[in-house]
């Protein structure tokens, strides 16, 4: 390898905003925070939006969508509009050939 000319591999935190979790990695990541890790030592902390900690995926925290007050929205916006050419298009005879 040449010297000078690739990044600073160091050991790094990523520390989750949402949830309390923070795991240390190795990585090329340039920061300017630090923070003081379980071992007394300090190293560089790079702060994540989302993690295995807060992701709804794996914790199983899911939040559903109402669907029913989408379609009730819907209905809302476009009933007339959408009722009317859904009758229109029942009320068309079919053409023989």
């Given amino acids: 390898m ?13 520390k989750d ?3 309390d979790f923070a795991i240390l990695t190795r990585s090329t990541i340039r920061t300017t925070e630090k923070i003081k ?11 994540v939006d989302i993690s295995s900690a807060s992701h709804p995926f794996y914790t199983g ?3 559903f969508v109402d669907t029913m007050g989408r379609v009730d929205k819907f209905r809302k916006k476009f009933g007339e509009k ?11 005879p079919a053409k023989k050939s």
């Fill in 2 to 14: 040449k010297d000078k000319i690739h990044p600073d591999y160091r050991f790094v935190v990523f």
């Fill in 17 to 19: 905003k949402t949830a």
């Fill in 37 to 47: 890790w379980e071992d007394g030592k300090e190293y560089p902390v790079f702060y």
């Fill in 61 to 63: 925290r899911q939040t």
């Fill in 82 to 92: 959408y009722q009317s050419t859904e009758k229109e298009t029942k009320k068309k």
